[in-house]
Every structure is written in C-alpha cells, then in structure tokens.
C-alpha cells in the first residue's frame, strides 16, 4: 500500500522560508514521479512543482526562481524548499504521486505567509 506522509509547514513571514516533506512507503521515489500541489481557500489545486526518476524538474511560473524540488533516496523523502514567500503562497500544500495507474495524494500540509 503506497502511503505520503507529509511534514513541515506552518506560519512564516513574508520573505521567509519553509520547508516541506513528503516520505513515501510502499514506493519508492527514486523509481517514481513525485509532484507538488497547492489549493489555496475557494481556488483549484494548482501544479507547482515535478521530479522525475532521471532526477529532471519542472516549476510552474508563479514559484520558479523560488521554490526547489529536491529528494533524498536514502529517506525516501521528497522535500520542497519554499525561498522568498509571498503571502499568496498562503495555501494548503500536497505531495502526489502515480503508481501502477493509481494516484496517491499527502494529507495536506497548510503554509500561512503572513506578517
């Protein structure tokens, strides 16, 4: 059974930093896409952020240049790094992944940009 525990987040100020994890088991991340989600109060879940297995990424315009994707195989942990926060970064946050057809979601995490 694959299961995303998430970890991190909460409140920062603007211009702050945050980091998020997601730790997978029952797959491994090294093998699988992992991706980063937000759903901000009455607006969709928006795409933020892509890893690939070969390790390749991808960022939506409105984080690019702030937030970086990265994984430790080790931990099997893929973690998001949150730079230079805004307070519309302010949003429920998901980790994703697909296995053998099924997608899995994280439990959510909230990150609150606020001064």
Same mark, same amino acid.
């Given at each position: 059974?694959?299961? @995303?525990?998430?970890?991190?987040?909460? @409140?920062?100020? *603007?211009?702050?930093?945050?980091?998020?994890?997601?730790?997978?088991?029952?797959? @491994?991340?090294?093998?699988?896409?992992?991706?980063?989600?937000?759903?901000? *109060?009455?607006?969709?879940?928006?795409?933020?952020?892509?890893?690939?297995?070969?390790?390749?990424?991808?960022?939506?315009?409105?984080?690019?240049?702030?937030?970086?994707?990265?994984?430790?195989?080790?931990?099997?942990?893929?973690?998001?790094?949150?730079?230079? @926060?805004?307070?519309?970064?302010?949003?429920?946050?998901?980790?994703?992944?697909?296995?053998?057809?099924?997608?899995?979601?994280?439990?959510?995490?909230?990150?609150?940009?606020?001064?």
């Amino acid at each position: 059974q694959v299961q @995303l525990v998430q970890s991190g987040g909460g @409140l920062a100020q *603007p211009g702050g930093s945050l980091r998020l994890s997601c730790t997978a088991s029952g797959t @491994l991340v090294s093998t699988n896409f992992v991706a980063w989600y937000r759903q901000a *109060p009455n607006k969709e879940r928006e795409w933020l952020t892509t890893l690939v297995s070969g390790g390749a990424s991808a960022y939506s315009d409105s984080v690019k240049g702030r937030f970086a994707i990265s994984r430790d195989n080790a931990e099997n942990t893929v973690y998001l790094q949150m730079n230079s @926060l805004k307070p519309e970064d302010t949003a429920v946050y998901y980790c994703q992944t697909v296995v053998r057809g099924t997608t899995y979601w994280g439990q959510g995490t909230q990150v609150t940009v606020s001064s």
